[in-house]
T-cell receptor
Framework: GAGVSQSPSNKVTEKGKDVELRCDPI?????LYWYRQSLGQGLEFLIY????????KSGLPSDRFSAERTGGSVSTLTIQRTQQEDSAVYLC???????????FGSGTRLTVV | SQQGEEDPQALSIQEGENATMNCSYK?????LQWYRQNSGRGLVHLIL?????REKHSGRLRVTLDTSKKSSSLLITASRAADTASYFC????????????FGAGTILRVKS
């Protein structure tokens, strides 16, 4: 596609439920990031995929968070047993390669009630 | 502690004035990037400057990089109301695993 597509754009879930967030990067982009951003805050790094290398998961806040990238394209971020502090905007970004600028999706606003 | 920190946290100017935002960082970098964010959603890439570059221009935007001071500045000339947004610097550094680390941002408000 022309840009990075994220779905859903908004998600309201009950505390304790699992959620899956999806990111469709730009075709051919080998690098993919997930960030999250709480209201009025900066971007918090979560996970980074680069080609076929093992992902950098150092930013995942707990073992309730996991992400995968299938076939070097679509990525899903899964949050298990959601908590209210997980409420944030989750942003995905992709790039042709490391060292290039990144294209961001519009994000998924997650609200845990 | 933050790898990249923007200064000021917030800036309010009149349309037509210039806006300058600064970014300081702690380690050697591969490159530094500036992004704009409207309405708390997706970010837009503005300029990437590599560690061996000192200045880059794009339209009304000018970015400088001083690796000896570990700082960068973003200048927006002849600002417009549409420039109202949050601006973030992000660094790509080996010490941080070669991943893109963002600062907390500067909120720019341009009054018409």
């Amino acid at each position: 596609g022309a840009g990075v597509s994220q779905s859903p754009s908004n998600k309201v879930t009950e505390k304790g439920k699992d959620v899956e967030l999806r990111c469709d990067p730009i075709s051919g982009h080998t690098a993919l990031y997930w960030y999250r951003q709480s209201l009025g805050q900066g971007l918090e790094f979560l996970i980074y995929f680069q080609g076929n290398s093992a992902p950098d998961k150092s930013g995942l806040p707990s073992d309730r968070f996991s992400a995968e990238r299938t076939g070097g394209s679509v990525s899903t971020l899964t949050i298990q047993r959601t908590q209210q502090e997980d409420s944030a905007v989750y942003l995905c970004a992709s790039s042709l390669a490391r060292g290039n600028g990144y294209t961001f999706g519009s994000g998924t606003r997650l609200t845990v009630v | 502690s933050q790898q990249g920190e923007e200064d000021p946290q917030a800036l309010s100017i009149q349309e037509g004035e210039n806006a300058t935002m600064n970014c300081s960082y702690k380690t050697s970098i591969n490159n530094l990037q500036w992004y704009r964010q409207n309405s708390g959603r997706g970010l837009v890439h503005l300029i990437l400057i590599r560690s061996n570059e000192r200045e880059k221009h794009s339209g009304r935007l000018r970015v400088t990089l001083d690796t000896s001071k570990k700082s960068s500045s973003l200048l927006i000339t002849a600002s417009r109301a549409a420039d109202t947004a949050s601006y973030f610097c992000a660094t790509d550094a080996r010490e941080y695993g070669n991943k893109l680390v963002f600062g907390a941002g500067t909120i720019l408000r341009v009054k018409s």
